[in-house]
């Protein structure tokens, strides 16, 4: 195995969106402390354990947790970069942390120490912290009831990662086997490219450009209008975001929309819609947009989101097992609910807690939602199916059966998508390198009956 480079946190305070200039100080929670004497570790590094305990527990998922906290928590923008680095980097490598510290602990390891170790660990051997500051740090943190504080400074003294581990095992194997099978002889980058931070993606105006230059952000790669952004403060501060320039999407789920090709002036039926970003999309497309979805309180967010963009699309709650009474449309969108195997990088939890049961429960969901999808498609209209996974269940597997008991739907190639993409049984795959999420598209025309 390449041992996981050394590299030093970037503390990214833009993106936890929660990054505060305050200088409160904070008690090892996080909340406001009444003495004036610090404590002896860095509150983030605090913070970051109680964070990874609720994740852990499976009682959260890392990106609400850790935005609740750092809301909560106040802290200066500089520690809440190093807190967000700590919580998605320790994630991101637990499994191989997990591995290093298997061999020094008897036992059970209970959560809160468990979640203490992995990331000291984490910072030891991954971000190549020295070690009498990785210790110093947290065997105080451990003093506050994190676990034994003897242990803490034994294993982080010892922890090693085994000189053999190739880096897919920081997944589990049939996850990596999924990987293999998406995109072979690349699959090796991609599982390596999966440890990396995930970048923000702001889908821009012209005028969002030039105001977030003029604040001092940083734009780099881009697919039309997506473009990847290193912001100088957090997303919410920004006059761009404000003023309905600036929308937060990653480019293979931008691809979802492209796969329809021109929409302007056309009907959409946007199923599944959620809190409305392929919808608001949509519209900025041109498209009169009707959104569907079963959680009406999502409805609430797409059109706040809606209104900031100065954009507009119609509401309908429905549970799409079944078909809703709604008028066929020549555009369907189904960007269905899925495991999300392929967003690992900004959700790297996912792969903690998924199995392959999980895997078969959503796509005999999809399927179902599928054919509703194929009722309200018009004859001769086009009907795209989408989910940010890359297993072949919720993908290429879903669409050839439906393939196969719908022969008036016929696969169709895909229009320029931007992102680099594989063909994967009746549609494509993106590739999840830098920064793009790995989404399944396939692009569905409904033949007109003769
Ligand atoms: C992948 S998310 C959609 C994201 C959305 N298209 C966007 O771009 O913002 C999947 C959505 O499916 C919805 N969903 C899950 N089961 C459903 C069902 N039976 N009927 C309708 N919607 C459902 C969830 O509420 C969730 O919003």
């Known amino acids: 195995m390449t041992a996981p480079r050394s590299r030093r946190a970037k503390p990214n305070a833009a993106k936890s969106g929660a990054a505060k200039s305050s200088a409160a100080k904070t008690s090892p929670a996080g909340e406001p402390r009444s003495s004036a004497t610090p404590p002896p570790f860095n ?21 609400s947790a850790l935005d609740q906290a750092l809301t909560r928590a106040n802290l200066p923008g500089r520690d809440a970069g190093l807190c967000t680095h700590l919580v998605y980097g320790t994630l991101r490598y637990a499994p191989l942390l997990e591995a290093a510290l298997a061999p020094l602990l008897r036992g059970e390891t209970p959560l809160k120490a468990r979640a203490l170790l992995l990331t000291g660990a984490f910072e030891k051997l991954v971000l190549g912290t020295p070690l009498h500051a990785v210790v110093n740090e947290y065997v105080n943190l451990a003093k506050t009831g994190f676990g034994p ?54 889908r821009l105006t012209p005028a969002g450009r030039e105001s977030l230059l003029a604040e001092g952000s940083e734009l780099g790669a881009a697919y039309g209008d997506v473009v990847r952004v290193q912001l100088d403060r957090p997303l919410r501060g920004t006059d761009a975001f404000e003023q309905g320039w600036a929308q937060p999407i990653n480019p293979a789920s931008f691809a979802c929309v492209r796969a329809l090709g021109d929409v302007d002036g056309a009907r959409v039926l946007d199923l599944a819609g959620g ?12 498209a009169r947009v009707l ?90 209209g086009l009907l795209v199916y989408s989910v940010c996974s890359v297993t072949q269940a919720e993908g290429p597997e879903v669409v050839q059966q439906f393939l196969n008991a719908n022969p008036e739907f016929q696969p169709e190639a895909l229009p320029d998508l931007l992102v680099e993409a594989v063909s994967s049984g009746p549609g494509v795959l993106t590739v999840p390198l830098e920064g793009v999420d790995g989404f399944f598209i396939a692009r569905l025309r409904r033949q007109v009956a003769e």
Request: hydrophobic content about 50%; charged content about 20%.
């Open 149 to 202: 504080p003897a242990l803490v400074n034994a294993v982080l003294r010892r922890v090693e990662i085994p000189a053999s581990l190739p880096p897919e095992d920081t997944l589990p194997v049939w996850l990596a086997e999924q990987y293999r099978a998406a995109y072979g002889e690349r699959a090796a980058a991609v599982l390596k490219d999966l440890l990396e931070p995930q970048p923000l993606w702001l």
């Open 275 to 286: 809190a409305g970003i392929k919808a608001a999309m949509l519209a900025a497309s041109g």
């Open 43 to 63: 509150p983030a590094r605090a913070l970051s354990v109680r964070v990874l305990v609720s994740v852990l527990a499976g009682e959260s998922y890392a990106a």
């Open 291 to 380: 959104s569907v979805d079963r959680a009406t309180n999502k409805h609430h967010a797409a059109r706040e989101n809606l209104e900031r963009l100065g954009l507009e699309a119609q509401f309908f709650s429905a549970d799409l097992t079944k078909v809703p009474a709604l008028p066929p449309a020549d555009f369907v969108l189904l960007d269905a609910p899925c495991t999300g195997s392929g967003t690992l990088r900004s959700h790297p939890e996912i792969k903690l807690r998924l199995t392959p049961d999980v895997v078969q429960e959503a796509a005999a969901l999809q399927a179902q939602m599928l054919e509703t999808a194929a009722v309200l498609t018009a004859p001769g």
